[in-house]
Nanobody, 119 residues
Framework: QVQLVESGGGLVQAGGSLRLSCAASGRTFAGYPMGWFRQAPGKEREFVASISSSGGSIYYADSVKGRFTISRDNAKSTVYLQMNSLKPGDTAVYYC????????????WGQGTQVTVSS
């Protein structure tokens, strides 16, 4: 079992930046691929970014490519999502995920953190 706790969400103006963090506990963090999903009001949950256990393979949704950066620190059991050039369309609850098919059906989910981008 893996427990995931997100932090770093908040309210930011368009063009601004936020960094989300996700602290993992439980089973060995370094062995899990990690990712981020988001869900905007009235929309389905969507994949945002993922990183392999070693950090060697990284994927992004087209909508965030070039603006968001995912990274991980295995020594701290933490994964990050640096979000730059934020747009109102990025407003959503962001979820940290782990394991499973990380880009489609992760095994573990955090409780989510709200990101609101004002225009």
């Amino acid at each position: 079992q893996v427990q995931l706790v997100e932090s770093g969400g908040g309210l930011v103006q368009a063009g601004g930046s936020l960094r989300l963090s996700c602290a993992a506990s439980g089973r060995t963090f370094a062995g899990y691929p990690m990712g981020w999903f988001r869900q905007a009001p009235g929309k389905e949950r969507e994949f945002v970014a993922s990183i392999s256990s070693s950090g060697g393979s990284i994927y992004y949704a087209d909508s965030v490519k070039g603006r968001f950066t995912i990274s991980r620190d295995n020594a701290k059991s933490t994964v990050y999502l640096q979000m730059n050039s934020l747009k109102p369309g990025d407003t959503a609850v962001y979820y940290c995920t782990a394991g499973g098919l990380i880009r489609t059906s992760p095994n573990y989910w955090g409780q989510g953190t709200q990101v609101t981008v004002s225009s």
